[in-house]
């Protein structure tokens, strides 16, 4: 009896993640740390059959002692209505509906390949950042890892 529900604790995990690719969808994501900077997150991209179709970003900064960290989040949806997604040269754009400053840009573009880059570089950081955060310029999540090569801005 004890083999078998070892057997069963095994096996359960591998029959779980089975399903999450059933339907066709790959979930690739990273974490981060950037201690010099007091800066940390995660980054999530999930594709179905090789196209993007859901991009998820966190980013923490720290703040002052006893005071929470400030925040930066990105989750976006092809099937969400906040967003305006099309395909430009092998690259999904992802531009917000209402950016905070519609004079200027406010997009991310993710890039499929072996690793799956996230170029936040047009991406306004109001509106998606507590006060005192700020976007990273880039996310690259690994094909082999769980760790996230990431560029901070200024």
Avoid at 93 to 103: F, K, Q, V
Wanted: aromatic content about 4%; proline content about 5%; charged content about 20%.
């Amino acid at each position: 009896m004890k083999n078998l529900l070892h057997c069963v604790v095994l096996l359960v995990p591998i029959v779980l993640a089975s399903f999450a690719h059933a339907d066709g969808q790959d979930v690739r994501g990273c974490e981060f740390e950037v201690k010099a900077r007091c800066a940390s997150g995660d980054a999530r991209v999930t594709l179905a059959q090789g196209a993007v179709i859901r991009v998820e970003v966190d980013v923490y900064w720290c703040a002052l002692h006893g005071h929470p960290p400030f925040a930066c989040t990105i989750d976006s949806s092809r099937t969400g209505q906040d967003s305006v997604w099309s395909e430009d040269g092998g690259a999904t754009l992802i531009a917000n509906g209402s950016p905070w400053n519609p004079d200027q840009p406010d997009r991310v573009k993710v890039t499929v390949g072996r690793d799956v880059s996230i170029d936040l570089s047009e991406t306004q950081s109001l509106g998606r950042c507590g006060a005192g955060g700020k976007l990273p310029q880039t996310i690259v999540i690994p094909a082999q890892g769980k760790i996230c090569r990431v560029r901070l801005g200024d």
